[in-house]
């Protein structure tokens, strides 16, 4: 019997705008209780012979796995190589194939004893879809040694792999007493009842059901885990080989050695309702599709010349991507200190590969979806309660993610006068988590440091408690990262509203924070709205003079972050608008 | 509240039958101190400085040696180093707890024999400090048994002497020395630990030490395991829980009927190790010249008094496996000929003794077998340095079992590059030298061993007299 078919909201819109000239695309996916669950898809970039997505597998969260074809016309022909794609398909005996005519209409087709049987879908919101399904991110290291060869590497890997999936491996969940292991065949648990869910640990983790969680949409939930190597035999097992430990020693010519701490680190993605104990298996094939990963990482480089010299290879380091319209996570393994600038063509493919837009950067480093707000609190706006969307309403807000910078934060008192400070660093870290820069997000002494140096200010601004304003901002945005910016000028605060065109613009084409300074504020403008029929605009305001805890209950009902009617500005002062511009890039 | 000790009743007709037969006698305690209860396990005489008849040239030595009568011609080197070898028959958790001896003075109140009682306790610290592998003292405590029974009246004493103290003034205690005639139960707690490790090598001019080499992997080990979480019967347990509650809770579990007095199953010990990230963030990259391959099992069976606590049972695990290991390479480096690996070698075959379990009262020790010795051997060491008679059925031997040479030959083409020297043949041949050799060096070295101090009086002798 064919299962019940969920689509995720994202695939579905991704379908709709996908313009390509390729055939044929890929289909990711995972079962839960009896209901394929499209998750992902790709296309078949026809420049490769090998099959991409076998590779792209692994760069996805273990429990999704290739469902089906997507067919760009309407016929229900076989092609050779939607027959190939389909082929590999084991997650269910029959495949799915999507099919997209010119008009982007979506239909969904079991293959059934090689036929095709039109189904029914239902779409899963996305707010569902995170609420559903949680993560698991399995951390550890593993210490590697062998011959700096391809063939050292491999044989090294595949024991390690091995070793893994021959349940000698217990996956511990941090911060608990709970250890998931191999008994034979068998998976064990220990440290919680065997009927636990994945649901029940995530809610028994986080202290307390917090107004906060709910308050954010899209909340990624995360359960952390590492793991632990069983060192003992099982005293019952058939096979066991009781040879008392001996010691061989083989001599041979001299040859390279390379040793390393091996980071695993792996996702996998889970449905709330599924048993702890099935995540055993789940997390081993985790940690074997990380180790494919890092593998290949070691192996490209070991290909390249050089190496074998002992010019030095690489960690590789793993980094996991959440791209906004994806829906999923993506992870990519690179070596370290490789510059993003010279990455740039797999990136490319990749976009290319997952039918992304190439003029924003998504898979640099800075893309990465963990470790980076160090307590600050990330996109707040989220939490903003959402209108009703309405016909003659246009909404354009910041693209991706930010992190709130406010007065007094790392323990520094610039109350009263580090509001424009605080809204470049805000709009720093925007650049960051685009991924368009590495560089930290300045002090408020860099900043200072930078406009003594390019001659703005005199050397006695250094360490003052002086307010900067729009145009000090893009200087330092142009000095310390190279990004330009557009200045708008509005004579009194009530002239403001005459630019929402070029505001509106501004978010859906780049999408950064913008930074204004009037009179003595300085605010950062995250988004606007224009209501046509009423002609007035609202704009999403983040405020930098909050001087409170990084509490987002707060933040929002005290109106730090929200939307502001235009009587918010002074109407007689002037007002300077500092507009990031960013450049087409992957 | 004054230290009790409980001891096997059998300990008492030992002491009896010495302090009757002899006019004096000295040896070791053997037990288990928990923080629940002490429990004596078994008493070892030490054995007569004189040696028994077995060589032709040993016999001719014997005749000349006298025995030693009273305790202060004991030679402490020699009870200490008796202490040595016993600790390696201990499973983890069980200790030299201290020194009974049989005379007819009393050994307490005379200074001249108190002080030498102190000098044995303290040169048995000593030697059994060097090396920490073998948790040769016991970490719970510093003060040692001294149990005294009186050849004239049969009266026993006990009292515990401090060892080690940094203050010049020993602290001495009472004991209560309680023999019980019941059985003493045990909870046996197994595991196999298994290695299987490749360590890069380089080769110095000089060769390889394989001291060295097995120190490294001692090291390594031992931190290992002491990062290990263990599980018992597959389950994590909290370390401050009793052992018999576990007990309890498994009949409650099973079958309630089963007679009380049922034997406790031997509980399933695992360890899982946690990957600890000590390493830099790099890539080392090094040129060396081959690798070491250490694999195999060490066996472990600990047994422990029901009224111990999870954690004491789990450090006593730990211990047994890293003093098992810590006994195998020094029995192994201890009758090396050549301790160094030469360059030209290209393979080399390390194969220390194995783990056989031995009968002591109701749980077992152990000992270790060379390579080609029959499982015979044991019941020498038994008889030497337990003092009990067993027979070679007794003697549990597969509890490991030693290297074929069809899996030496496997590892060998498993590391064999195009640059292999030996050839299968070659290497089994090899093999099969090494064996014998070690057999040979084993005799030798132990006879040298143990008549080392005999050899060296009669040479001594020999010398004064001409």
Known sequence: MSPRLKISKYVIERLSKIDTNESAGCLFGLMYDGTLLVIGLSLELYENDKNTYNQLLLNLPAEIELCGAIKFDETLTMGSKLKEILQDVDITDNPLVITLNNKRDIKAHFLVHEKFEETKYDNLESNDMWKQFIHVRLITTLPLSCEATIAGVKSILQSKRKQ??????????DGTSIYLFGVASDVGLTGTSTDLTIGELVDSLSPEPSKKKKQLVNNVEIIPVNLVMKTTKDILSEKLVKTAVKMMTTQRKPAFCISMPLKIDTLAIINRNTKLLDLYTVLVEASCRSLRLLESVLLEQIGQEGIGDGAGLRLPETFHYLPPDIGHFITRVVPKGIPDESMENER?????????????????????????????IVNPHEAVPVQPIKPDVTVAIVRGRYAYYHYMQDNFNDDGWGCAYRSMQTIFSWFRYQGYTVVEVPTHREIQQCLVKIGDKPSSFLGSKQWIGSTEVMFCLETLFGIQSRIIFANTGSELQSYTPELVHHFKTHGSPIMIGGGVLAHTILGVEYNSVTNETRYLILDPHYTGAEDISIIINKGWCGWKKS???????????????????? | MVRTVYSPEYCLQYLEQYASKEIFGIGLILGQTTAAKENVIHLARTPEEKSPDSGSESSYVSDKTEIVKNLLSVSEAWVADH????????????????????SDEDIFEDPNQFSKVKEILYYIYKVLNVNQYMYGNCPYTNERLVLHMSTNTKVLTCKSVE?????????IKPVEWK????????????????FDEVYPVIVKKSGISVKHQFQQILESSHKTIESSVMFIDGELKDGNEAIEQLIKKKKTKTNSKIAQQDVPKSMHVSLFVPFENTLPETVEYLECDGSIHFSGVVSSSVFICPKATISESIAAVKQDIIRSLASRFTMHCDALIDDNLLPEEKVCFNEPPRRVLVPVGSLYLCDYLFPGEAPAEALLSVRELLDLQITEAEVISDVETPADTSEFDALDRDASSEEMLATPQEASQFMYITGISFAMLVLIVSIIIHYYDTIMEVLRKLLTRS
């Open chain 1, 164 to 173: 893994i999936a021959s349940g000698q491996v217990s996956f511990h969940v």
């Open chain 1, 348 to 376: 490319r493919l990749l976009h290319q590969q997952l039918a992304l837009p190439l003029n924003k950067p998504l898979f640099r480093r800075g893309n990465a979806y963990f470790d980076k707000s160090s307590g600050r």
């Open chain 1, 567 to 586: 009587d918010f500005w002074n109407k007689s002062a002037h007002y300077n608008l500092c507009l990031p511009q960013t450049k087409a890039s992957v």
């Open chain 2, 83 to 102: 202490a040595k070898h016993v600790t390696r028959m201990l499973p983890g958790g069980m200790f030299v707890q201290g020194i009974f001896v049989t």
């Open chain 2, 163 to 171: 060892v080690g103290a940094t203050n010049k003034s020993t602290v």
């Open chain 2, 179 to 194: 023999f019980v005639p019941k059985v003493q139960q045990w909870q046996r707690l197994d595991c196999y630990y298994e």
